[in-house]
């Protein structure tokens, strides 16, 4: 009587299933929302800040450039060396401005490029194969890949795997203590599949305030799934399946 009471009271399964959709439809819109506020302030505080200093210390270089060359144009009667003093020190601080305008020049161009990077990672330009083996390389743990692809996801399901990409062997280097790690994608009837193992001790979770947890609801925005295998001793696999297109 309780299983009959369940099944005609209860949710439905396509009440179940329109509640999951929801719920990650609002952390989807959560999540955006708090990306434009990170990419806002890091422009404000970061780029923005860096440019005005940049401005300002061009301002002032070109303030002393100008003393220098009135100083050079002036004439002096040789009894003293004031005038040669002045411009050669207006000189050298320019110079010491405009390096240091330099190297800020550089500093804001490398954090523009890392705030560009995290939109859309340039490496996908050239297909999720070669994103995939440029993020292996870059990190300080042996990682293979191994890719079998015979057509290309969508854009978004590929920004998806490259996040996973990086964040799950992050994770390794962090908390695992493993050697080594193998990434693996494939796709099989209308299916993308990323497998992750590392030989590590084991025991990740993906509860709340964890990086696996993040994942997941990025996963959850397209319809995908997570499932972790993380016995205490390891190995650890991870697998997320998506659709190969949307």
């Known amino acids: 009587m309780r299983w009959i009471a369940r099944s005609l009271l209860g949710p439905t ?3 179940l299933r ?3 959709l929801e719920e990650t439809r609002t952390r989807a819109v959560d999540d955006a929302a708090a990306e434009l506020r990170r990419i806002e302030r890091d422009l404000h505080d970061g780029t923005a ?3 005005v200093t940049l401005a300002m210390t061009l301002g002032m270089a070109q303030e002393d450039l100008t003393h220098a060359a009135h100083a050079a144009h002036t004439p002096h009667d040789g009894s003293d060396g004031n005038g040669q003093s002045d411009g050669r020190e207006h000189l050298e601080r320019a110079r010491a401005l405009i390096d240091g305008a330099h190297r800020n020049a550089k500093d804001t161009l490398t954090e ?3 705030l560009i990077h995290g939109i859309h990672p340039a490496a996908l330009d050239k297909g999720l194969e070669v994103a995939l083996a440029t993020l292996a390389a870059r990190n300080p743990l042996p990682v293979t890949v191994r890719a079998d692809l015979p057509q290309r996801p969508s854009p978004a399901v590929e920004s998806i795997v490259f996040f996973c990409t990086a964040e799950l062997p992050a ?6 203590g493993a050697r080594r790690a193998h990434v693996e994608v494939r796709a099989h009837r209308g299916l993308l599949r990323l497998l992750v193992r590392d030989d590590g001790t084991g025991g990740a979770v993906t509860g709340a305030g964890t990086g696996l947890s993040g994942l997941a609801g990025r996963i959850g925005v397209v319809d995908g799934t997570i499932t972790v295998h993380s016995p205490h001793g390891g190995p650890t696999v991870v697998t997320v ?3 190969l297109h949307l």
């Open 13 to 15: 399964r396509g009440a």
């Open 18 to 20: 329109i509640r999951a």
């Open 49 to 51: 800040a860096r440019l």
């Open 112 to 114: 523009l490029r890392e």
């Open 171 to 176: 994770n390794v280097v962090k908390h695992s």
């Open 241 to 243: 399946e998506l659709p």
